[in-house]
């Protein structure tokens, strides 16, 4: 396999290109390699000549030419006999490192990375007994990004769908009153919003990532129910009224609440979007996020605006609601068939008393269902104590769930299932868990390497890990030669060139030691770098960020100035931030809207019964998600923040409606918000689950928690929309007793009465007071 690799070329014009052109050098002008395959040709050369006496040790061993190696990432599934010797290995890990110097370099670099492994599955089919994972510096973009093209079809599914639900809610059997192409142009708008702000990134030099799935579902959830909510509170207008004066009234009974939720979203999408957030990825959703929020509030104001005057001018004139054409009167349709009359049922205004007036829009399937019967369930005293105790048991499981919360730190939690990462991490994990990937020391200033005190000062930052270091090797080695380190610094370095020459052990150090040469040929270290090796245990995530975290902190505060990096720190530092960052900005946002929202709410119970349910929902989804095999990742941290919205977005109409309801009682004001706002909350609920369906399908782990936790999210928040908050209202604070008028001399009672007489008798017919 090794020979097959070194054997690869890069067509170019005019030159092929192999691993030897790209590779980086030793100083002997070879490629470098990993020292197993050195471990494995003395080995092989041992075999050959029947030699008995090579061993190989674990982690550490030592070649023919006298030097010390580290195996313990090359080498995994390790049995080994009495004094670390090898026995068996099930697993072996070859490292290739190239050059990235210049463009050109990385072009041949990428296409060579491609034909690599192309070169090892081949290899694989003619090898079947021997399983290999490739992965290369462009696998886990390449898989990344591969989630969106997996989500396409899917994706398409779930616009159909969503189209089919919301042109159905929409719809009723009175033909005149229906609105599907609301329901449609809902959609639309929604849509509009999020193709200008994808525009706009696009315009602007922004960069797509996977995560921008999510933002569909964003502008879906709020979108679709600020619709909604207008078409529900056109419903409630009086037909006689003018399409203006309909409209005014839409427009001031929901556009408030509207505007609020939309500026919530603002804020809190915005402070994701600003330099607070250190995850690129987040700060991209966020800012993508808030412009098409921002256009969709827009487009709810004009373009929707718009289509529903439209439509209630057909609905004045009594035109079909799809096909726009005048409905004849009843006796008309009478002597048409029966498939006609079906299509073009209506009720006529001339033709309904002013009783039936007002229940117009009661046809239509959830405002019938709501108002007649599950209002009067969900509020019946028998019904009650159910939905405590079913709360009871939510809270119960949410709180197992709570305590078992952890924090997501695999990298196949964000690509496509069956890809190259996740292949290769698992196998990682599985055989490469004895000791963390190798970490790099690097000294970025020139030091007096020549002094003990530095030397010293150097070695006990690596204090308590295993260590691997060149440098320290070096010393070590000038110590077994008892020569002193205390020397000058001319005779120091000198030494330290010529040891290079001399000693074959180091022949890899023009690699971790930079010279810099003066006037008067005097040469100076202006660089180093060594190598740390910790183990680990069972729980290596915790281990690798205590080590983390604690090299960070000495580099601070040592002497010397060095910093430390292994491309696993991204993913780590990824993940230890993509909680803490995001949960520090919602709670920054959530304050600045308890604080913003006091100043416009009508009464503070609004906000603290709003504050109560965003808690009892928020703590719910962590509970569940994780009993849901769910982790605290990036993903799911925003998918939390945007719940918070989306609960708010729900339950603030409901919760306003009845705290700010004067009189009668609590279970009446219940009923009242429910027939109110809960059409509009169902029917942008069934838009929403139907199309997060199909994302349950998609083979991607991205996309399964982003399914899992959007899905949780509305349903909770059904859950106490529904059941939790109508039961609790109905005994808890605000209470409804009838508030009597004061009276006062300035406001008197005038009492004037008039007799009504039959003008035949004497007898009083009627009498009225009137005051």
Same mark, same amino acid.
């Given at each position: 396999?090794?020979?097959?690799?070194?054997?690869?070329?890069?067509?170019?014009?005019?030159?092929?290109?192999?691993?030897?052109?790209?590779?980086?050098?030793?100083?002997?002008?070879?490629?470098?390699?990993?020292?197993?395959?050195?471990?494995?040709?003395?080995?092989?050369?041992?075999?050959?000549?029947?030699?008995?006496?090579?061993?190989?040790?674990?982690?550490?061993?030592?070649?023919?030419?006298?030097?010390?190696?580290?195996?313990?990432?090359?080498?995994?599934?390790?049995?080994? #006999?009495?004094?670390?010797?090898?026995?068996?290995?099930?697993?072996?890990?070859?490292?290739?490192?190239?050059?990235?110097?210049?463009?050109? &370099?990385?072009?041949?670099?990428?296409?060579?990375?491609?034909?690599?492994?192309?070169?090892? %599955?081949?290899?694989?089919?003619?090898?079947?007994?021997?399983?290999?994972?490739?992965?290369?510096?462009?696998?886990?973009?390449?898989?990344?990004?591969?989630?969106?093209?997996?989500?396409?079809?899917?994706?398409?599914?779930?616009?159909?769908?969503?189209?089919?639900?919301?042109?159905?809610?929409?719809?009723?059997?009175?033909?005149?009153?229906?609105?599907?192409?609301?329901?449609?142009?809902?959609?639309?708008?929604?849509?509009?919003?999020?193709?200008?702000?994808?525009?706009?990134?696009?315009?602007?030099?922004?960069?797509?990532?996977?995560?921008?799935?999510?933002?569909?579902?964003?502008?879906?959830?709020?979108?679709?129910?600020?619709?909604?909510?207008?078409?529900?509170?056109?419903?409630?207008?009086?037909?006689?009224?003018?399409?203006?004066?309909?409209?005014?009234?839409?427009?001031?009974?929901?556009?408030?609440?509207?505007?609020?939720?939309?500026?919530?979203?603002?804020?809190?999408?915005?402070?994701?979007?600003?330099?607070?957030?250190?995850?690129?990825?987040?700060?991209?959703?966020?800012?993508?996020?808030? @412009?098409?929020?921002?256009?969709?509030?827009?487009?709810?104001?004009?373009?929707?605006?718009?289509?529903?005057?439209?439509?209630?001018? @057909?609905?004045?004139?009594?035109?079909?609601? *799809?096909?726009?054409?005048?409905?004849?009167?009843?006796?008309?349709?009478?002597?048409?068939?029966?498939?006609?009359?079906?299509?073009?049922?209506?009720?006529?205004?001339?033709?309904?008393?002013?009783? %039936?007036?007002?229940?117009?829009?009661?046809? #239509?399937?959830?405002? $019938?269902?709501?108002?007649?019967?599950?209002?009067?369930?969900?509020?019946?005293?028998?019904?009650?104590?159910?939905?405590?105790?079913?709360?009871?048991?939510?809270?119960?499981?949410?709180?197992?769930?709570?305590?078992?919360?952890?924090?997501?730190?695999?990298?196949?939690? *964000?690509?496509?299932?069956?890809?190259?990462?996740?292949?290769?991490?698992?196998?990682?994990?599985?055989?490469?868990? &004895?000791?963390?990937?190798? *970490?790099?020391?690097?000294?970025?200033?020139?030091?007096?390497?020549?002094?003990?005190?530095?030397?010293?000062?150097?070695?006990?930052?690596?204090?308590?890990?295993?260590? @691997?270091?060149?440098? %320290?090797?070096?010393?070590?080695?000038?110590?077994?030669?008892?020569?002193?380190?205390?020397?000058?610094?001319?005779?120091?370095?000198?030494?330290?060139?010529?040891?290079?020459?001399?000693?074959?052990?180091?022949?890899?150090?023009?690699?971790?030691?930079?010279?810099?040469?003066?006037?008067?040929?005097?040469?100076?270290?202006?660089?180093?770098?060594?190598?740390?090796?910790?183990?680990?245990?069972?729980?290596?995530?915790?281990?690798?960020?205590?080590?983390?975290?604690?090299?960070?902190?000495?580099?601070?505060?040592?002497?010397?100035?060095?910093?430390?990096?292994?491309?696993?720190?991204?993913?780590?530092?990824?993940?230890?931030?993509?909680?803490?960052?995001?949960?520090?900005?919602?709670?920054?946002?959530?304050?600045?809207?308890?604080?913003?929202?006091?100043?416009?709410?009508?009464?503070?119970?609004?906000?603290?019964?709003?504050?109560?349910?965003?808690?009892?929902?928020?703590?719910?989804?962590?509970?569940?998600?994780?009993?849901?095999?769910?982790?605290?990742?990036?993903?799911?941290?925003?998918?939390?923040?945007?719940?918070?919205?989306?609960? @708010?977005?729900?339950?603030?109409?409901?919760?306003?409606?009845?705290?700010?309801?004067?009189?009668?009682?609590?279970?009446? $004001?219940?009923?009242?918000?429910?027939?109110?706002?809960?059409?509009?909350?169902?029917?942008?609920?069934?838009?929403?689950?139907?199309?997060?369906?199909?994302?349950?399908?998609?083979?991607?782990?991205?996309?399964?928690?982003?399914?899992?936790?959007? =899905?949780?999210?509305?349903?909770?928040?059904?859950?106490?929309? =529904?059941?939790?908050?109508?039961?609790?209202?109905?005994?808890?604070?605000?209470?409804?007793?009838?508030?009597? %008028?004061?009276?006062?001399?300035?406001?008197?009672?005038?009492?004037?009465?008039?007799?009504?007489?039959?003008?035949?008798?004497?007898?009083?017919?009627?009498?009225?007071?009137?005051?």
């Amino acid at each position: 396999l090794h020979s097959a690799v070194t054997r690869i070329q890069v067509q170019r014009p005019g030159f092929n290109y192999t691993f030897a052109h790209i590779c980086i050098l030793n100083n002997d002008k070879t490629c470098i390699v990993d020292d197993i395959v050195h471990v494995l040709e003395e080995l092989k050369a041992a075999r050959s000549s029947n030699r008995t006496n090579f061993a190989i040790t674990y982690p550490i061993t030592h070649l023919k030419d006298g030097r010390e190696v580290y195996n313990g990432h090359q080498l995994g599934g390790v049995t080994v #006999h009495s004094k670390d010797r090898v026995k068996s290995a099930e697993a072996i890990q070859l490292t290739y490192y190239l050059q990235a110097i210049n463009s050109l &370099n990385d072009m041949v670099a990428e296409k060579w990375e491609s034909i690599f492994c192309d070169t090892v %599955e081949l290899f694989q089919k003619s090898n079947r007994k021997v399983k290999m994972y490739p992965f290369t510096s462009s696998s886990l973009k390449e898989d990344f990004q591969k989630t969106s093209r997996v989500s396409e079809r899917y994706l398409i599914t779930s616009l159909v769908l969503v189209v089919t639900l919301a042109i159905l809610c929409c719809s009723m059997q009175d033909c005149v009153r229906s609105k599907p192409w609301l329901g449609l142009l809902g959609l639309l708008t929604v849509t509009l919003a999020t193709l200008t702000a994808a525009g706009i990134i696009n315009l602007t030099g922004g960069k797509y990532n996977s995560t921008f799935l999510g933002i569909p579902f964003v502008m879906l959830g709020h979108g679709l129910y600020g619709t909604f909510e207008m078409l529900s509170s056109w419903r409630k207008t009086r037909e006689d009224q003018h399409v203006k004066e309909r409209t005014a009234a839409v427009f001031a009974d929901s556009m408030l609440s509207f505007s609020l939720t939309t500026a919530m979203y603002l804020v809190t999408f915005g402070i994701g979007a600003s330099p607070f957030t250190n995850i690129e990825a987040a700060r991209i959703f966020c800012c993508n996020s808030c @412009i098409a929020i921002f256009f969709n509030y827009l487009y709810v104001l004009s373009f929707y605006g718009s289509s529903l005057v439209f439509t209630g001018y @057909i609905e004045n004139n009594y035109q079909h609601s *799809i096909f726009c054409r005048k409905v004849p009167k009843p006796e008309v349709l009478q002597e048409k068939p029966a498939w006609y009359r079906f299509l073009l049922t209506a009720r006529f205004s001339e033709d309904t008393t002013d009783s %039936e007036e007002t229940n117009t829009y009661e046809s #239509h399937l959830l405002v $019938w269902f709501l108002k007649r019967y599950y209002c009067d369930w969900i509020t019946n005293t028998y019904v009650k104590p159910f939905v405590v105790l079913f709360y009871l048991v939510y809270i119960s499981f949410a709180l197992m769930g709570y305590l078992q919360v952890s924090e997501g730190s695999d990298l196949s939690n *964000i690509v496509a299932t069956a890809t190259r990462t996740i292949e290769y991490t698992t196998a990682q994990q599985k055989y490469f868990s &004895n000791y963390s990937p190798v *970490i790099g020391f690097y000294i970025y200033e020139s030091i007096e390497y020549w002094n003990t005190s530095v030397q010293e000062d150097v070695l006990e930052y690596t204090k308590g890990f295993v260590r @691997i270091s060149w440098f %320290e090797s070096y010393l070590n080695y000038l110590r077994k030669l008892n020569i002193s380190t205390g020397l000058p610094k001319k005779n120091f370095t000198d030494m330290l060139r010529n040891s290079f020459l001399k000693a074959p052990q180091f022949a890899h150090f023009s690699e971790d030691i930079i010279f810099s040469k003066k006037y008067n040929n005097e040469v100076d270290v202006v660089a180093s770098r060594m190598f740390l090796v910790a183990k680990t245990m069972e729980t290596k995530r915790e281990e690798l960020y205590d080590l983390l975290e604690t090299l960070r902190k000495l580099s601070l505060t040592s002497k010397v100035k060095f910093i430390v990096f292994n491309p696993s720190f991204v993913y780590m530092d990824r993940y230890a931030s993509s909680v803490g960052a995001p949960l520090q900005n919602s709670c920054i946002s959530a304050l600045f809207l308890l604080f913003f929202s006091a100043f416009l709410v009508a009464d503070s119970l609004i906000n603290v019964w709003l504050t109560l349910t965003v808690a009892s929902v928020e703590f719910g989804v962590i509970g569940f998600m994780t009993l849901w095999k769910v982790e605290l990742d990036c993903i799911s941290v925003l998918c939390l923040i945007y719940g918070i919205n989306y609960t @708010i977005d729900n339950c603030a109409p409901l919760l306003s409606t009845f705290v700010l309801g004067k009189e009668f009682t609590r279970t009446k $004001w219940v009923k009242n918000a429910l027939e109110v706002h809960g059409v509009a909350i169902l029917q942008s609920y069934l838009c929403y689950i139907v199309g997060l369906i199909p994302l349950a399908a998609v083979p991607s782990n991205l996309t399964r928690t982003l399914f899992r936790c959007l =899905f949780l999210i509305a349903l909770v928040t059904f859950f106490h929309c =529904f059941a939790i908050l109508p039961v609790i209202l109905t005994f808890l604070p605000p209470s409804k007793k009838k508030r009597k %008028e004061k009276k006062n001399p300035e406001n008197r009672e005038e009492i004037e009465c008039v007799e009504m007489v039959d003008m035949d008798s004497t007898r009083v017919v009627d009498q009225i007071t009137t005051v």
